[in-house]
């Protein structure tokens, strides 16, 4: 029965993520998307992985590659690439996501947890939109969660699975850079949780190693053009200074902003340290207006509806008040119900508070908190199944079918 649900579950996650791609055929939403479309034709003419020639390593190497083996199956051109066949292949990550996160849910409470979480993410507004998009949502989602289930996985002290973890957490880095610096809190909250238990040390130490391995070619090929041993990305710099400019909203603006002129003739490696000194120096001249974006990114990171005019109409908005405000409070109601056992739940928990804090630093925006809602899904689901057993009168408690729960505090 379970088998069956979880692929009726997985089902309606693709049909929801493939009708959303179908519908946004032809259609290129953001400047990130045309960057990456660049860089994986640039890969495909075996050019390598850069944006350019003055901008060797403008985004990480992962989402592009992954459009590019795309693209190399089903053909392509610079001027029609087949984006229908990337937004068919993304719906297909959202049903694979659906599998890890009920595996999740099934690992640390039970069963019903784990197909609660995974209808929850299947029927996630946000990630089923950005699944439709030529972005790396999707595929950030997916390598997210299977990194952090095999951190649960290791809980037994079983080095290999924590290696895995590191190894997909490095994979991580490689789609979406800002995980770079999330790496080192993951390994440390991982043997901090675990102090008690044996192999922690090892485990912690196997998750940095891997996850390093992972990202050292990338860093090496960055360095042989660079001069820098870059391990993500050169474009921080922008990112914090679009983040901080005097015009600075607390939104995406990287398309709106009128560059300093002498960046112009600036190498890709100094133009991404000046941007970022002027950056720093917003920042010491009013702090007040930096603290006030910070909250304001917050609200936006945070939102239960789209932060873009052109997205708030009344029906998406009513879809999505209608799916955010009962996870939100199944979220914090998983937290508390499971609180005796959060101790083997809380690196769940890490990645989205790592998110949060980053993005009050950088702008905010829903995309960057779509990634992390599934991890979370695994509390709602908790709090679902909880309210469930009480409002039907089970006579069985809520952790009685929790015999896999292996708390780690």
């Known amino acids: 029965m379970n088998r069956a649900l979880i692929v009726v579950i997985v089902a309606i996650a693709i049909a929801a993520r493939a009708v959303v791609g179908l519908g946004l055929e032809g259609r290129v939403h953001f400047p990130d998307s045309r960057q990456y479309i660049k860089i994986a034709h640039n890969i495909r003419a075996g050019d390598g992985p850069g944006l350019n020639e003055s901008a060797v390593a403008a985004r990480p190497p992962g989402y592009p590659y992954f459009l590019a083996a795309i693209f190399s199956v089903f053909g392509s051109s610079s001027d029609a690439p087949p984006l229908l066949a990337v937004r068919l292949a993304q719906a297909l990550l959202g049903g694979l996501l659906c599998l890890v996160i009920y595996l999740t849910g099934k690992k640390l409470y039970s069963h019903a947890v784990g197909l609660v979480a995974a209808a929850l993410v299947a029927l996630d507004p946000f990630l089923t939109y950005f699944s439709g998009l030529v972005l790396s949502e999707a595929l950030f989602a997916l390598v997210l969660a299977a990194a952090m289930l095999s951190l649960l996985h290791a809980q037994d002290g079983n080095v290999r699975w924590a290696a895995a973890a590191g190894a997909l957490l490095g994979a991580a880095a490689m789609v979406r850079a800002s995980t770079l610096l999330m790496i080192p809190p993951v390994a440390a909250a991982w043997m ?201 009168g089970s006579a069985r408690r809520d952790d009685e079918d929790d015999s896999d729960v292996e708390t780690i505090a």
């Open 192 to 392: 901090l949780l675990r102090w008690k238990k044996p192999r922690s040390i090892q485990q912690g130490a196997a998750v940095l190693l891997l996850a390093a391995a992972v990202m050292i070619p990338w860093a090496w090929r960055n360095y042989k053009l660079t001069g820098s041993p870059v391990f993500t990305t050169l474009s921080a710099g922008a990112s914090l200074y679009e983040a901080t400019y005097p015009g600075a909203d607390g939104g995406p603006a990287i398309d709106k902003i009128k560059w300093p002129e002498e960046t112009e003739s600036m190498g890709e490696a100094e133009k991404d340290a000046y941007l970022r000194r002027r950056a720093l120096e917003f920042i010491r001249q009013d702090p007040l207006r930096i603290l006030s974006l910070a909250f304001v990114k917050l609200r936006r990171f945070w939102s239960i509806f789209p932060n873009f005019s052109e997205y708030r109409r009344p029906v998406v908005m009513a879809v999505s008040a209608l799916y955010m405000v009962p996870m939100l409070v199944c979220i914090a109601a998983g937290i508390i119900i499971r609180r005796k056992t959060l101790g083997a739940a809380a690196i769940l928990l890490v990645p989205a508070i790592y998110f949060t804090g980053l993005h009050m630093v950088f702008v905010g925006s829903i995309r960057y908190r779509a990634p992390v809602m599934p991890l979370l899904a695994v509390f709602a689901g908790a709090a679902v199944v909880a309210f469930a057993r009480r409002a039907f």
